[in-house]
């Protein structure tokens, strides 16, 4: 009977992950094989129809690019970011632990509630951005006489120019803003934690070596840094790519599909086809995995640090 005994502590486990992740996984390949009506009514089995309709849709191969292109921009200027911010907050100067309280009201805000912000901070006709924007282009025709627009400033709020989550060229690169906006405070935080595992004798070894700054970093800081660094790059990565919130409150994939991402696209179906919409789940789902396999061989992350 003690064989059986591990039983009563990881049954429980096992039997919440069955419920919450593999009988989900198992209905959503299920259903995209099931013709479903809008209103969730089956009505028989649809092969792999559901599949051709959707590789047959104009702007999936878009929305696929786009949805690399998402990661990949927001994952790395989020590390990017939170590695200088990290080793900026790991000094000490008059005011860093209230810095760091500042460091987290992204995080600890709602997403949704950021992207709102974001939202109306955009907006054409009253948006204080655009706002900022258009007393700036005043400014400099009033005293320079340079058309604003030559500067990216407004001469007149209201108008395409001001509108710059309606243009794709402009409201793509704001989503990606806000994204690492959010994502920053978590990615900074994790990586502190790993600075602070590092020995203070590695350093002081480093400086009798007669290592610089630049050295000392690229050699010793950031080797001792990869566990925590590939820990909050591969959530980043598996959040931003399933990431909803931004986009639908900030573009709702528009205009047209211009800014959609996978999930976003799969979000819009639904709503004419449920069975499509399944086999965009799938398919996003299979993405994430490769997505993560990708970056744990790019990352090497079973080598050991030397």
Do not use: C
Request: charge should be positive.
């Amino acid at each position: 009977m003690k064989k059986w005994e591990p039983l009563a502590w990881v049954g429980p486990a096992v039997l919440l992950i069955a419920a919450v992740v593999i009988w989900p996984v198992v209905e959503m390949i299920r259903s995209s094989f099931l013709e479903i009506s809008r209103f969730g009514v089956v009505r028989g089995s649809a092969g792999f129809a559901n599949y051709a309709k959707l590789f047959g849709e104009r702007v999936f191969g878009d929305v696929m690019v786009r949805s690399v292109i998402w990661v990949v921009a927001v994952v790395a200027l989020t590390v990017v970011i939170s590695l200088a911010l990290a080793q900026l907050f790991n000094q000490k100067f008059p005011g860093r632990k209230l810095a760091r309280w500042a460091l987290i009201a992204p995080w600890a805000a709602s997403v949704l509630m950021t992207a709102i912000v974001f939202r109306w901070m955009l907006d054409p006709e009253v948006g204080i951005l655009n706002v900022i924007r258009w007393d700036l282009g005043t400014f400099v025709h009033d005293t320079f006489g340079i058309e604003p627009s030559s500067l990216g400033l407004l001469s007149a709020m209201g108008g395409e120019a001001a509108d710059q989550l309606g243009n794709a060229s402009t409201s793509f690169p704001w989503l990606i803003f806000v994204a690492v906006f959010v994502s920053v405070p978590f990615t900074t935080y994790a990586l502190l934690a790993g600075l602070a595992t590092i020995p203070a004798d590695v350093y002081e070894a480093a400086r009798m070596d007669g290592a610089g700054k630049f050295r000392t970093y690229w050699s010793i800081t950031l080797p001792l840094l990869r566990p925590a660094l590939m820990v909050a790059a591969l959530i980043n990565v598996m959040n931003v790519f399933n990431s909803f919130p931004i986009i639908w409150a900030m573009t709702k994939g528009g205009p047209e599909y211009d800014t959609s991402t996978s999930t976003i696209f799969m979000y819009i179906l639904k709503g004419s086809n449920i069975g499509e919409s399944a086999a965009m789940s799938v398919v996003n789902f299979g993405m994430v995995i490769v997505l993560t396999l990708i970056f744990l061989k790019v990352s090497r992350w079973k080598q050991e640090v030397a």
